[in-house]
């Protein structure tokens, strides 16, 4: 039963947005809103679907949503599987952003588009005009969390981050002005939404930097996961060499009965890159799933889309570390991970990705103006020799460091669906602990592959959350995208 508040919205909105709004009424047309997230943990029945056209739109329903008390939460493409994200129960309604899905390219290369869009969507546009942005690698994730959030592309060393390719926004506050946020206006602001997520406002247009059309050659090999150790090593050898050459990338997913390795290079070379030898070699090798093949990220990301993800809805729940590298802390999870496995009913998947970011996406990222991330910089503006040494002492001790998703994936009507969410929550209690006590736990927690409950503002670091607090009281001084957004990586829970 809907709230009262919620009811008295859903009216309002009704009024002001005829043939906009969708309810329960609606039959099919409500069925397909309330489930087009990812996860099916987030086909959440909420009062209403509004879907909106124009910033001047999500200002008025916003302030819809100030007068009547009623709860809110923005969807963009519904890809965060936790649940009230882009989701919320019926005390509230869902505003529905695909339809700003506007897209126009400057003459000086900066992709103006809307948070409706779909990475796939903007590779296929930007790809016809010999252009790539930094996006995501899966072609129905929106722009919305991706470039709010900590968006890791397919070659983050090459440009850095999707927030840090952001060269402004234009964003709705919570008083209802539309304003623009960069480099030149509103500066504090723009820096904010760089990983700041949904604190301060609704996004409504991104002004994105755009780069000659990234080539990539891909492969995706399968390995016998007994082989762990060498695989690690494996995957250790090609991290190391990321730090040589910026188009190197690679994902290793460990899963259940295989493993499979992602290898990725931004050019088209003829033969395939030295780094990747090492897994060539390995004896371990199942299969090839994937041979090397050419083409751009548009044609990576496509592929990936059909291979890399289970491609039918399924209830999901993600998890994210980071930790610098090691041998010992890998070739541990993997153990852990096995006798966690265990436990995990059929139907059921609980697997792990490892995903590097190495010095060059981080100096990348400083490059174009820094974000809220807090992930660790060179300082540019000592001595020589100065630098040289804090370079080899940030190599060897942070920069290049490891991103861990943890993801697991069950059937809605899965009778254990219980077991397989203690034991996501056991494995990475359990990686937490073993990196801690290793010492080699960082605090940074991407804002993408985050859990719910994961402390993901305060991993930037004292300073950039003191920063996110003050942007949001000077942006939204009524709190009204704390008390009034559904949930979030809000500062509420920071
Ligand atoms: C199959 C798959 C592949 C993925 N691949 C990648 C990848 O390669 N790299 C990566 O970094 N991540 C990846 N992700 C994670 C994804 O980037 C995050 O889940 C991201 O939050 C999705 O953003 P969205 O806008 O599509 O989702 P939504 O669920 O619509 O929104 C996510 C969050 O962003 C907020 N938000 C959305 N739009 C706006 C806006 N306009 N203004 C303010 N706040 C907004 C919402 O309130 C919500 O909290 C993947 C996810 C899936 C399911």
């Not at 090798?285 to 289970?310: A, R, Y």
Request: aromatic share 10%; with cysteine; glycine share 10%.
């Amino acid at each position: 039963m809907a709230s009262a508040a919620a009811t008295q919205a859903c009216d309002l909105l009704k009024a002001a947005f005829p043939g906009q709004v969708t309810t329960l009424a609606d039959g099919p047309e409500y069925e397909s809103k309330r489930d087009q997230p990812w996860s099916q943990t987030c086909w959440v029945p909420s009062t209403a679907f509004v879907a909106l056209n124009s910033a001047g739109e999500v200002a008025s329903a916003l302030a819809i949503i100030k007068k009547t008390g009623c709860k809110f939460a923005i969807r963009s493409s519904g890809h965060n599987p936790n649940v009230g994200f882009s989701s919320v129960d019926d005390s509230g309604v869902v505003f529905d952003l695909r339809g700003l899905n506007e897209k126009t390219l400057d003459s000086d290369g900066v992709l103006h588009a809307g948070p409706g869009n779909t990475w796939g969507e903007v590779y296929q546009y930007l790809q016809g005009k010999g252009l790539s942005p930094t996006g995501g690698r899966e072609v129905q994730v929106g722009l919305g969390g991706f470039l709010t959030g900590g968006g890791y592309p397919p070659f983050p060393s090459l440009h850095g981050t999707g927030p840090d390719n952001v060269k402004g926004f234009e964003i709705v506050l919570a008083n209802g002005n539309i304003v623009e946020a960069n480099a030149s206006i509103n500066e504090s602001l723009w820096r904010a939404i760089k990983g700041g997520t949904s604190n301060f406002g609704i996004v409504t247009r991104f002004d994105i930097e755009t780069h000659p059309l990234i080539k990539a050659q891909f492969t995706i090999d399968m390995y016998d996961p007994s082989d762990y150790m060498n695989i690690n090593a494996a995957t250790l050898s090609v991290q190391d060499e990321m730090e040589k050459d910026p188009k190197l990338n690679l994902f290793t997913n460990y899963n259940m009965g295989f493993v499979a390795v992602f290898q990725l290079y931004a050019d088209c070379p003829t033969e395939r890159p030295k780094a990747f030898e090492v897994l060539e070699n390995l004896p371990s090798k199942i299969n090839t799933p994937l041979p090397k093949t050419d083409g751009t990220v548009l044609s990576f990301v496509e592929t990936l889309s059909k291979m890399g993800h289970v491609p039918f809805s399924l209830n999901r729940k993600i998890a994210t570390l980071t930790t610098k590298l090691s041998q010992e802390l890998y070739d541990d999870v993997y153990k852990l991970w096995q006798g966690i496995s265990k436990k995990i009913p059929d139907g059921a998947m609980l697997h792990y990705t490892i995903q590097p970011l190495s010095t060059h996406a981080v100096q990348a990222g400083e490059h174009r103006g820094a974000n809220m991330l807090g992930l660790k910089k060179i300082p540019q503006t000592c001595k020589r020799l100065t630098r040289w040494l804090i370079f080899v002492y940030l190599i060897l001790t942070y920069l290049n460091f490891t991103g861990w998703v943890f993801t697991a994936e069950w059937p809605k009507d899965l009778e254990k669906g219980s077991t397989v969410v203690e034991a996501h929550e056991e494995l990475l209690q359990g990686v937490e602990k073993m990196a801690r006590d290793k010492g080699i736990l960082l605090d940074y927690l991407c804002p993408s592959f985050a859990g719910a409950s994961q402390k993901v503002m305060r991993s930037f670091g004292g300073p950039n959350l003191q920063r996110i607090q003050d942007v949001a009281a000077n942006y939204d001084p009524d709190g009204v995208f704390q008390k009034l957004q559904n949930d979030g990586f809000l500062l509420r829970y920071a």
